[in-house]
């Protein structure tokens, strides 16, 4: 939905009071890339997935016990854990998950539960659709 004319207005004075009360801030929000964001995420991840090899490997290498099970336990989590995080912030990066549902409505939302589901068939069912 487009503003109107007098929101517009008003954005631009904010945006104008913004800049001249602390230019280096407003320039540093205005020029950031959300995208750039998602992938220091998945930078910082794939870190994260290579300690946890390494800790894996170490739990494997060192024979102490329970000590080893411990480390490998750990390791093997926080590849699971980098793993996901990385996946999560690749999906927004992209914007895949976020397209409407084929042949459903707009009016609905794109995941709806079962519930909401079983309730639309049977209304469809009653009103004789």
Not at 50 to 77: D, H, K, Q, R, Y
Request: proline share 5%; aromatic share 6%.
């Amino acid at each position: 939905m487009p503003l109107s004319e007098h929101e517009q207005r008003m954005l631009e004075q904010i945006e104008s009071a913004l800049y001249a009360e602390d230019p280096k801030f407003a320039h540093a929000v205005r020029s950031t890339n959300p995208q750039v964001h998602y992938k220091r995420r998945i930078i910082k991840a794939a870190l994260g997935f290579l300690v946890g090899v390494g800790a894996l490997m170490a739990g494997l290498v060192i024979n102490e016990g329970t000590v080893t099970i411990a480390i490998s336990v750990t390791g093997f989590l926080l590849m699971v854990v980098c793993c996901v995080w990385a996946l999560t912030s690749w999906k927004r990066m992209t914007g895949i998950g976020n397209e409407p549902p084929r042949g459903g409505s707009p009016a609905r939302p794109a995941k709806a539960g079962f519930m909401e589901r079983m309730e639309e068939r049977w209304r469809r069912r009653t009103e004789g659709d």
